[in-house]
């Protein structure tokens, strides 16, 4: 059996980071946080969901499933050399050595080189009145080819610099520049570009929507009171309890006429974009915002296209019903600036508009939105086939979690914990001269809907993405061998916070399995040793110049025992950062109990899972893993009774049933005390 | 005699190159070929938490059931796990005085996006994918052998 125990007892552990029972996991295969103190209260609410059990809150598993018998990989087995045990003191004192809950900014220093290194924003306005405004795209292009060309004239030697990123708001082109550009940015403030004189200031979103509200002031009186106004419009066409915003029949709105919105053609082109900025003044937070409002109605409108109204994806980008009926909306183009905006919405009525009669109408709008389900009132897919597009041709199982002794387990709790909170002491305890790191950034990585991602700026020069990094003296560079090297790297890297493990288990995907073949630090052992390969995904947030960001990572470990018997070390650590990509993807497809001849899933997108798996290994996988929870056994002895039993469920539980009741079990066919 | 670090740093991100650059693409395209890829025992492979036997059961499920995809590595990133990994060959282990500096086994993280179907407007789907890849144990001298083959093997959808 397991070749590396952990040093059992000893019960003055505090902070629950050694479990005092066995590694317990719900039905899906999370690692069942609650082990300590609550233990068999049975309240958990996934343990429940999981059924099978009987009630019993959990299902313990040390091995997990073994796949068609090829449990025997295990580290220190089939000649690899001697066993050897690996020891969970040594992450044990990672952390309980680490005394403060420090919070990620605690870190000043850090905090301090963070904000030298963070892109700077700048406001470029009035590009709008002149003559490029009239280009394809108003005028941005040319406007940041303006910005850089006199950044370069400016700065005179080095290399060429850039805007690194921007964006519009309104009138304003946000241009972000490396922070010792500051000064030079400054100075282009008023220079004449294209026949205009433009401005470029520090960015300030607050000054930024007083000028958009500024620009629909139509008479006397502070932007305020426009201001005030317009929250009072938006009071009355707000529906909190039904969740709706009610944009409907502007032109008619007695408060819009009185302000003289409609008088001039500029006001009326921004008076949608001004409110918009209000509402958004209206919330503390983003999320708030986002949760206000379900539905949205711009109804009766007279719109001919989206372009003044756009900005309704930015102020309500979840909702699920949109109501667009009787305005003048033609075709896709007319709509094309939501063509990927909107991602929840289920509802659309766009009853009343000449689109509605191209036979590409309906099919267009399935495509644009992914979860519609009704269009004008028809519906048009079922939520079924809603769900079954989320499907994907590989069905997304619970984690694989082949664990020795609660090493693994133990280590990733301890691991992220320390890496917030004490990157040092992490590395004495479990970095050697041998542990490598390394990071790598996929900047173009998928993302989260509606989500955005921060600058890379703290990383890049430390990525080791080896299809961007090609010369040898930057790969030797980039990987960070011995725990001084790493030590300097992580103290260099912004401070982090990740979601904790016990409040937040479905944020984590985290599986283990036994890694044959390690090199043995004392060096007696010429086959290697055997550990194990962590692979864990999740996101964190980071701390930089004050901000706190949210970034997705994958960071694979490969652990193994250490020079000292008794002591674990991280033998590779491989960290790659990417934009926040939310955790549904790792969310199982059938959270349900399978039944013991599982039905082959059904479903237009995806194939059934067992023919996916090539033959049956996937149902035995299933069986194995249901005997296993209502017997309490353990994988390999659920795979012994229902291997010799034909793979009959019934029979292999009567099997179970008579050998228990004659007391033939032997107390290590189980996984633990029942 | 021990390889240098700038050596070891060579083989190791040449060899990990070289594997993404033509393990992607065949999966990709050429999805006759994927048994070559691994090892006579792999342990464990891992798709979305579902364990696959062997390399000739991933060729089996890419060639017959999986429908046309676009794999896109954005990044990927590898670091060398032993230096002198103990191959099993036919003749029993190898001995140390036979290792050369291709004798590591490797560790790739690789992160990029899946596109399924024949759908261009399909949406595309983050993965990330761990590979362990250890020395060819064949002998063989025949053309196109590969170098290091996959030991292990763990794709995750991410987004």
Known sequence: MPSMKSRRGGGSDRGGIRKRGPTRTDRDGDMDMDAGGSRGKGSRPEASR?????????????????????????????????PRDMNVDAIQRAITSTESQATIRQNRQNDRNARKRESVPFSVRGWKKSK??????????????????????????????????????????????????????LR??????????ISVEPYDPNTLAEQEIAAVQTGPGSTADTKAKMTTILGKRF?????????????????????????????????????????????KTASERRAAVESASLADNQLNNITVVTTLAHAVPDIKNLDLSNNNLKDAQSLIGWRWKFRSLEFLDMTGNPFCTDPAFKDTMLKWYPRLQKLNNVQVRTPEEVAAQKKTPIPVRSPHFLDESQIGETFVRGFFTGYDNDRNTVINNVYDDNSVFSLNINT??????????????????KSRN????????ARMSRSFKGAEKIREVWNALP????????????????????????PDPTGQSPTGVGGLLLTIHGHLEESVGGKVEMRSFDRTLVIGPGAVPGAIRVVNDMFCLRAYGGHEAWIPENTDIPQAIAPPASGPVSAAPSAVLGGDQAQREQLIAQLSAKSGMTPQFSEMALSSNDWNPEAAWKNFEQLKAQNQLPPDAFLAPV | MPSGEDTLTKVSTEAATEFVQSFYPAINSNRESIHSYYAPAPSPVLFNGNPVADGAAVQEIFVHQMPAAVYDVQSYDCQIINPAYPTITSAGPKPQSEMGVKDMSILILVSGYVRYGEDPDAPQRGFSETFVLVPNPSSDKARGRKEWLIQSQNFRLVV
């Open chain 1, 50 to 82: 999981s059924g099978a059990g009987g009630g019993r809150p959990a299902v313990p598993r040390t091995g997990g499933t073994t796949a068609g018998g090829r449990g025997s990989g295990r580290p220190g087995r089939g000649g690899r050399g001697p």
């Open chain 1, 132 to 185: 490029v405004a009239s280009d394809k795209d108003g005028g941005v292009e040319a406007v940041l080819a303006f910005i850089e060309r006199r950044l370069n004239s400016l700065t005179k030697t080095g290399p060429r610099v850039r805007v690194t990123k921007s964006r519009v708001e309104g009138d304003t082109v946000v241009a972000f520049v490396h922070p010792d550009l500051v000064d030079t940015m």
């Open chain 1, 188 to 197: 282009i403030n008023n220079n004449t570009f294209a026949g205009i004189n």
């Open chain 1, 239 to 283: 529906y909190p309890d039904t969740k709706l915003l009610d944009m409907s029949k502007l032109a008619s709105d007695p408060d819009l006429q009185a302000m003289g919105i409609f008088n001039t053609t500029s006001t009326e082109s921004k008076f949608f974009p001004a409110l918009m900025k209000v509402w958004d003044m209206g919330f």
């Open chain 1, 444 to 461: 173009s990585a998928p993302r989260a809907p509606n989500s955005e991602t921060a600058a890379w700026d703290e990383y890049i020069k």
């Open chain 1, 466 to 473: 080896l299809q961007k990094i090609n010369h040898l003296s």
């Open chain 1, 495 to 518: 401070p982090t916070r990740h979601p904790d493990m016990a409040a937040f288990p479905e944020k984590w995907l985290i599986e283990c399995n036994p890694v044959p073949g390690l």
